[in-house]
């Protein structure tokens, strides 16, 4: 077998001992059969087998576009493998490993600012925390709406999508609400162009926080780059390692500096406005310019969570502890902390907090660094297509 082939081969191997570690899988179903059948794996073996495939990478006779993409895949791979065998991997190193993201505590300083200019949008007595949490409750989603509202803007920016980008013809999504879940959204990608995107419904939604949910996980995010490379990189070019989509890779930063810039790469300034009118066809009153620049206010709190679990894996803080850090510096009840927390404490997700955060910073930079000539469609769409590691992003830039 090629690399490409083995390296699927050992992707499979990890859903063996780690359930979800195979976000998608696209290959061929004997493929996945015969690891189902093998004996079950000892993660001892994946890394050595990892440290074969990095080892043989420069002999495989790929261009050096796909070696770049396999070595770090593999490197997170073998990574992965030691700490199910057992090792003690730091925090920080592990995320290295993952990501090829080095991470740093934030500023208190930053969040201190940050609470500043939330404070200036929402003026009136009581404290910030007060009138924060009334802000966010004025915006929740009424659950019985939630499906019609998730529908209407799944609808409209597919509209957008389709024409700023291309889609292949008969992809779909479908929308499921769900409960008992660490996270807000999730796309399943089932191939043939068909996602299944499960909205958690544990806590309230708000109003003018799901277009940017909506275009995460579908239309221009995790559907659209499922769909695009499925169809130019597998089915035309036959690069078989994207038939698979590994959780705590490079890969899982690009994918979600990507769908968080789904709004801006749709849409663009004045989606407050935007959704405010699809919105307003379905009954619901909302502020979008206010949204709008509360969305740009609260962007200085970002790495709140990244620190929360450099707190709690890293700086052996208790839970409690973590929980209210969460609740001060992101200003949100209890509850809300703590469904956070289950996410930065699921052996699985615990280190995947560093894709949304330094995924964003170091993507968002990337797209507003492009030539004066380049629209951001012609950016992003890159972005979508092609097999991009963080490390090539910053090599870009520093050009």
Known sequence: MDVATEYVQLGLRF??????????YTGDPALRG????????????????????????????????????????????ECSARKLAGHDVGFVDEVAAYFQVDIEQ???????????????????PGSLVQRYAAHRKGD???????????????SALR???????????????????????????????????????????????????????????????????????????????????????????????MAEGLADLGVPASVGDGWGRWAQEILADLGLRVDGELAERMAD????????R????????????????????LQHWLLVPEERARQMLRFLSHPLWRAYTSTYVEGYRLLSTWLAARPASQSVADRFVRLLDEPLIPAAIRAELAA
């Open 15 to 24: 859903d063996r001992i780690e359930e979800g570690f195979v976000d998608a």
């Open 34 to 77: 015969r690891v189902q059948d093998e004996p079950a794996p000892e993660p001892a073996a994946l890394a050595y087998r990892a440290r074969e495939l990095l080892a043989e990478l420069p002999s495989s006779g790929l261009p050096e576009a796909r070696t770049s993409y396999l070595r770090a895949q593999l490197t997170a791979l």
């Open 106 to 124: 934030g500023s208190e300083q930053d969040y201190l600012a940050a609470h500043d200019e939330i404070a200036a949008l929402l003026p009136g």
């Open 140 to 154: 929740e989603c009424p659950p019985g709406l939630l499906e019609a509202v998730v529908l209407a803007l799944s």
């Open 159 to 253: 509209d957008k999508v389709r024409a700023d980008y291309g889609l292949p013809e008969g992809e779909t999504v479908q929308y499921d609400v769900v409960t008992d879940k660490p996270w807000s959204g999730f796309n399943y990608y089932l191939g043939g162009y068909r996602s299944q995107v499960a909205i958690n419904a544990d806590l309230p939604h708000r109003l003018m926080q799901l277009p940017h949910l909506v275009a995460h996980e579908s239309y221009p995010g995790h559907h659209t780059e499922h769909c695009r490379k499925e169809r130019d990189l597998v089915e035309r070019d036959r690069h078989l390692e994207h038939t698979i989509f590994l959780v705590n890779t490079p890969e899982c930063l």
């Open 297 to 304: 206010a609260t962007a200085g709190l970002d790495r709140v």
């Open 306 to 325: 990244q620190d929360a679990a450099l707190m709690l894996h890293d700086r052996g803080a208790s839970a409690d502890e973590v929980a209210v850090f």
